[in-house]
T-cell receptor, first 114, second 116 residues
């Protein structure tokens, strides 16, 4: 079991550009959540996808959007990048139907906006 | 809104000693989960221990145990026989227990250093 995998591990973008981050959930999981972790802070919830729809959303602007595919993998898109979007982006997967609702995290994508 | 507060940004402990990490939270819900996550330099969040609010018994996992005080909204983590591999960022987190997968609300974290 590969666990939760995220790609890429690092990337550098210029202000105003757009970026797409990818996440493959742990085998057997159907729900993907995205978190933003700024330097020295705890992760902040961006949104969650289940059955290819956004199920919950945190306090993030519309520049942040996502998608979930039929195989449960997910993408996080950020448009019009700002310097403040520089952060570690974490993906977590879980199962809506499991008795134990533990979320498993990937190793994150480090995004630097210059 | 639910909030999680970790007031100690850093702590250090000698190898083989015991250390306690503190956390307080605020919620109007009566049924919820509390978690401690560990984030080593590899960046991956690893679940250390979980407490269900409706259970009065404190959770334990090997060298890790919690002191859950529901009325005081306090949730501390005790690490016994500290090991060098315990050095990491530790995050306290909360989620509602509404069925399915609820979002996690994290504290700001605490850096634990283990001295040999």
């Amino acid at each position: 079991d590969a666990g939760v995998t995220q790609s890429p591990t690092h990337l550098i973008k210029t202000r105003g550009q757009q970026v797409t981050l990818r996440c493959s959930p742990k085998s057997g999981h159907d729900t993907v959540s995205w978190y933003q972790q700024a330097l020295g802070q705890g992760p902040q919830f961006i949104f969650q996808y289940y059955e290819e729809e956004e199920r919950q959303r945190g306090n993030f602007p519309d520049r942040f959007s996502g998608h979930q595919f039929p195989n449960y993998s997910s993408e996080l898109n950020v448009n019009a990048l700002l310097l403040g979007d520089s952060a570690l982006y974490l993906c977590a997967s879980s199962s809506v139907t499991a008795v134990n609702t533990e979320a498993f995290f990937g190793q994150g994508t480090r995004l630097t906006v210059v | 809104a639910q909030t999680v507060t970790q007031s100690q940004p850093e702590m250090s402990v000698q190898e083989a000693e015991t250390v306690t990490l503190s956390c307080t939270y605020d919620t109007s819900e009566s049924d919820y989960y509390l978690f401690w996550y560990k984030q080593p330099p590899s960046r991956q969040m690893i679940l250390v221990i979980r407490q269900e609010a409706y259970k009065q018994q404190n959770a334990t996992e090997n060298r890790f145990s919690v002191n859950f005080q529901k009325a005081a909204k306090s949730f501390s983590l005790k690490i016994s026989d500290s090991q060098l591999g315990d050095a990491a960022m530790y995050f306290c987190a909360y989620s509602r227990r509404k069925g399915g997968s609820e979002k996690l609300v994290f504290g700001k974290g605490m850096k634990l250093t283990v001295n040999p």
